[in-house]
C-alpha cells in the first residue's frame, strides 16, 4: 500500500535559518504529493502540491520538487520566520482509487522557529 | 473561503456512551472525509464519503460509523466510547473525483473516560 515517511522532529531553527524537511513515499501509479500546514490549535491548511514529476509546488516562500527516481518531496525554505512554528505534514493522494482524492500522511515533523 | 465547521472543539464522553460528532460545509463539496489525529501517528482515516448516502471505509473503520443524509453534512458515531477512541478528530471536505486538495475543519479534541 501507499505510505509517507517523514523526519522526527522537532526541528528547531532560529529565526531567518534555512529549512529542509523530508519526505518520501512509496506509492503505486502516479502520485500527486502535497505539504498541509498545520498551526496550534487549527485543522490542516494546503501549503503547496505537485501533480507530476520534476513539478515544483511553492507558496509561501515555501518550496518542495516532486522527484519521481529518489521517490521524495522534500519541503524547503531560505529564511523561516517565528510565524512558520507549526506542525507539517506531508501527503500522498492514490490516483488509481477511482473514487474520492484519499489522502495518505506522513506522522508530521514539528517546527520551532526561535528568536 | 471554504469553510469546514465541526460542532464542538472539546468532548469529554465516558465509556459505553454514544458519541455523535458532527460536520458541516458550505462549498458543495462531494467528498467529505473523518480523519483521526494521534501523536507519532498522523493522520489515519477512518471514513469517508463521495456523495449523499455513501460511504466507505478508511483505514481504521473499526468502533465507528457515519452518516450522511445531506450534502453538506457528514458525522461520525462512536457507537460505545472507549478510551482507545480519546483523539484529535478531524474532518474534511473536497471537490469531485480528481485529486483536489482537502480543506480542513479545526477539530474536535475527544476525551473518554
Known amino acids: 500500500g501507499n505510505s509517507v515517511t517523514q523526519m522526527e522532529g522537532p526541528v528547531t531553527l532560529s529565526e531567518e535559518a534555512f529549512l529542509t524537511i523530508n519526505c518520501t513515499y512509496t506509492a503505486t501509479g502516479y502520485p500527486s504529493l502535497f505539504w498541509y500546514v498545520q498551526y496550534p490549535g487549527e485543522g490542516l491548511q494546503l501549503l503547496l502540491k505537485a501533480t507530476k514529476a520534476d513539478d515544483k509546488g511553492s507558496n509561501k516562500g515555501f518550496e518542495a520538487t516532486y522527484r519521481k527516481e529518489t521517490t521524495s518531496f522534500h519541503l524547503e525554505k531560505g529564511s523561516v520566520q517565528v510565524s512558520d512554528s507549526a506542525v507539517y505534514f506531508c501527503?500522498?493522494?492514490?490516483?488509481?482509487?477511482?473514487?474520492?482524492?484519499?489522502?495518505?500522511f506522513g506522522t508530521g515533523t514539528r517546527l520551532q522557529v526561535t528568536l | 473561503d471554504v469553510k469546514v465547521t465541526q460542532s464542538s472543539r472539546y468532548l469529554v464522553k465516558r465509556t459505553g456512551e454514544k458519541v455523535f460528532l458532527e460536520c458541516v460545509q458550505d462549498m458543495d463539496h462531494e467528498n467529505m472525509f473523518w480523519y483521526r489525529q494521534d501523536p507519532g501517528l498522523g493522520l489515519r482515516l477512518i471514513y469517508f464519503?463521495?456523495?449523499?448516502?455513501?460511504?466507505e471505509k478508511g483505514d481504521i473503520p473499526e468502533g465507528y460509523s457515519v452518516s450522511r443524509e445531506k450534502k453538506e453534512r457528514f458525522s461520525l458515531i462512536l457507537e460505545s466510547a472507549s478510551t482507545n477512541q480519546t483523539s484529535m478528530y478531524l474532518c474534511?471536505?473536497?471537490?469531485?473525483?480528481?485529486?483536489?486538495?482537502?480543506?480542513f475543519g479545526n477539530g474536535t479534541r475527544l476525551t473518554v473516560t
Open positions: 464519503s463521495y456523495d449523499v448516502k455513501m460511504k
Open positions: 474534511a471536505s473536497s471537490f469531485g473525483v480528481l485529486v483536489s486538495p482537502l480543506h
Open positions: 501527503a500522498l493522494s492514490d490516483q488509481n482509487t477511482g473514487t474520492a482524492s484519499k489522502l495518505t
